[in-house]
Structures are given as C-alpha cells and as structure tokens.
C-alpha cells in the first residue's frame, strides 16, 4: 500500500502482449505463503480479461513463469502455458 498499489493488485506486471495474453500479472509469495480473497478474485478477473494472473510460490517458481511467458510468440491468441498453483 506503502508503494501506491491497490489492495489484491499482483505484485508484478507484466505489459507485453504474447501468445493467447495481453499481459501477465504475478502474485509473489513464500513458499508457505497464502493468498487472501481479494487476491484470489482479483486474479480471476484478471484471467477473464485475457491476462495470465498466477501466484509462484518461491523464487523459483516465479523465475519459471515469467521465463515459460517470454518464452511464447508474439500475441497469437492461441498460445497458452499450462501451470499449476
């Protein structure tokens, strides 16, 4: 809040439109860490909205998805990442 963002807003952003996505949002937390509800509806609104909105739990997980999401073509609207939380 410190920073200027809104409550349940992912912690990174991502505004480069690739395969089936017009951007990806990214809620960081700890391995042991729990996502709030307002997190978890604001995450799947932004996925109605055509954004790839998913949490990574630890640095390597979240090292894996931005990494697996630059790593789609340009936006095709059919290229998607299959991902598990």
């Known amino acids: ?7 349940g807003a992912p912690d990174i952003d ?4 690739l ?5 990806m949002k990214l809620e960081v937390k700890t391995e042991s860490g729990t996502v709030q ?3 978890k509806e604001k995450i799947e609104a ?3 909205l055509g954004y790839l909105s998913v949490v990574g739990k630890g ?10 999401y ?4 340009l936006f095709d ?3 998607s990442i299959c991902y598990r939380e």
Not at 1 to 7: D, I, N, P, T
Not at 19 to 23: F, L, M, R, S
Not at 59 to 68: K, N, P, Q, S, V
């Open 77 to 79: 609207n059919i290229t």
């Open 19 to 23: 395969g089936k996505y017009h951007g």
């Open 59 to 68: 640095f390597d997980a979240c090292w894996d998805l931005i990494t697996r």
């Open 37 to 39: 509800a307002n997190q």
């Open 70 to 73: 630059f790593a789609l073509p």
């Open 14 to 17: 991502i505004e480069i439109p």
């Open 46 to 48: 932004l996925n109605k």
């Open 1 to 7: 809040m410190a920073e200027g963002q809104k409550a």
